[in-house]
């Protein structure tokens, strides 16, 4: 009986304990005490899909599937040709090489019938997220932000750091 006593009062200090806890992680004095983020992520922007051929890619999206799309825009400075294809809550990017640096013809010399090459999302502070990610120690595969498709800065994050994808950031 008396170990039946003292497990019943442990179980009511437990049960104490938790409620404490519990009410302390939701107070509004606990919750500002934690540093917050200088930079946030925002909605996904695109999906960008590596294509070999870009004109059947097209195609596919607008006369098969019925989606508004783009024309194509030569972007150099990436070795790319991009098109958009509208979607109701994002976009899809369809790349295809431009030059023979561009890092689409390496992709596609592995992927020969194209593939998912990257996902874009938004941030409200893209110096501040650099700088962060650094710290963490996430690859950028630039010094600086590069002027994007959509005329905004954007950076890549090393796939390895994130899964096996590569990651666009983009000011929003």
């Known amino acids: 009986q008396n170990r039946l006593v003292r497990a019943v009062w442990l179980l009511t200090r437990l049960q104490t304990s938790t409620l404490m806890i519990r009410n302390l992680a939701s107070s509004h004095s606990f919750s500002q005490n934690i540093p917050s983020s200088l930079w946030k992520l925002g909605r996904l922007n695109h999906v960008a899909i590596a294509v070999p051929d870009l004109e059947k890619a097209q195609s596919l999206y607008k006369d098969v599937l019925g989606a508004q799309v783009s024309e194509t825009v030569a972007l150099p400075e990436h070795g790319v040709y991009t098109v958009f294809v ?87």
């Open 86 to 172: 509208e979607l109701g809550n994002t976009k899809l990017e369809l790349l295809h090489p431009l030059g023979e640096k561009s890092p689409i013809t390496s992709f596609l010399q592995k992927n020969k019938t194209g593939g998912m090459h990257h996902i874009c999302i938004e941030v409200d502070d893209i110096k501040a997220a650099m700088a962060e990610l650094k710290k963490k120690k996430i690859r950028i595969l630039s010094e600086e932000p590069k002027i994007g498709a959509h005329g905004k800065p954007v950076i890549f994050l090393h796939p390895k750091d994130c899964h096996g994808v590569l990651v666009e950031l983009e000011q929003a």
